[in-house]
């Protein structure tokens, strides 16, 4: 969303977030296994479908995909970034033992700043190599827009329901709670 309010352009930023969101449902980020990383990813599709004013036919789909593909390759980086991480902390290792503040202090900022740098280091990439693909894409595509926009969302609602179906069956009363957070959300949304 931020993205594309910072092109002028915050709808069309908050529809690829909401999409992405949906999509992400399906990968939970427990312990140490890998998974796509969808900060930088959101940042890159909300830019990109935000910068196509007047929502031109295949420019979401074409969007979310160069977001996806950003979300695949941010995963693998968050995983080297990890090792960086786990290696400056094996060499302060007795400092981290002794209780050192500095150590600590340190490799908490060294963490942050490389993955600030990461994160926008992949984000510019992506830009610079998904943007003339767009703009071509969106050219020469002739379909519908609303049904270009339609198969993108038909798609995120099914992977949401997929991974909704999957925690329903996995988790007790997830149903309960699921229906108490509806019940929640709609009271919310009638009486705003």
Do not use: C
Not at 32 to 42: D, I, L, V
Not at 52 to 80: E, N, Q
Not at 141 to 169: C, E, M, Q, Y
């Amino acid at each position: 969303t931020a993205a594309g309010a910072l092109l002028g352009n915050a709808m069309a930023g908050l529809m690829v977030g909401a999409v992405l969101e949906l999509l992400a449902l399906g990968m939970l980020p427990f312990g140490a296994s890998k998974y796509p990383e969808w900060g930088s990813a959101s940042v890159v599709g909300g830019a990109l479908y935000g910068s196509r004013f007047g929502d031109p036919p295949g420019a979401l789909a074409v969007s979310v995909l160069a977001a996806l593909l950003t979300a695949v390759v941010t995963g693998w980086s968050m995983v080297k970034l990890r090792r960086l991480n786990a290696s400056r902390a094996a060499r302060v290792r007795a400092a981290l033992d002794e209780g050192s503040s500095s150590a600590i202090i340190g490799l908490q900022l060294f963490g942050l700043t490389a993955d600030f740098v990461r994160g926008g280091i992949v984000t510019l990439v992506a830009m610079l190599l998904f943007r003339p693909i767009i703009e071509a894409v969106v050219a020469i595509w002739n379909s519908d827009p609303v049904l270009s926009r339609a198969v993108v969302v038909t798609v995120a609602v099914v992977v949401a329901s997929g991974a909704t179906w999957k925690i329903f069956h996995s988790i007790p009363r997830a149903r309960l709670l699921f229906l108490a957070g509806l019940v929640v959300g709609m009271t919310l949304l009638i009486s705003g």
